[in-house]
């Protein structure tokens, strides 16, 4: 049997031979194991995303109803979707819409805002300085440093190829 152990992306393949016993326990346990409900899983997620975008479109609109263009709108947007997504993790709203719709509720911009939000919860009782504000930045430093130099990158690719910043 080949058992893979590791941390990340790193793996390291293990061999280790099973008894007869210890195998036929083994492909019971896997005949026995059910099955991952992936449509369920899948239309879940697809359907909390897609509410997340629809408020999101609903405060796009409001900005637009005040007079702003769509593109305007859309940086307002964006920082009410990431306040809306850090206030309902810190009233632990938005861990349970993530435990239901997966992957729908962390991939919207409101779940990069839980993800910076929640270890900087964990870390309350550590004080205001020395626990939120170290912790912060732990998911979201790395994520916004490699955003930054991709930007940057891609930025400086297009003015060799255009001509335009």
Known sequence: M??????GRTRVAKVRKLSQEMQRYQNMADEL???????KNALTAFFVGGV???????VQWFFMQQGMTAKEATSPTTIVMIGLGALSTGLGW?????????????????????AMVAPAMD???????????????TVAGPVLAYGLAAAFIVGLIRFLITGVA
Do not use: H, W
Not at 123 to 137: D, N, P
């Open 2 to 7: 080949v058992r893979s152990y590791g941390v």
């Open 33 to 39: 194991r059910p099955g991952k409900p992936i449509l």
């Open 123 to 137: 870390s309350r009782t550590e004080g205001f300085i020395l626990g939120v504000g170290a912790k912060l930045f």
């Open 94 to 114: 938005y861990d349970r819409v993530v435990k239901y719709g997966g992957m729908g509720g962390s991939l919207p911009i409101t779940g990069f805002s839980n």
């Open 52 to 58: 997340i975008c629809l408020v999101g479109q609903g």
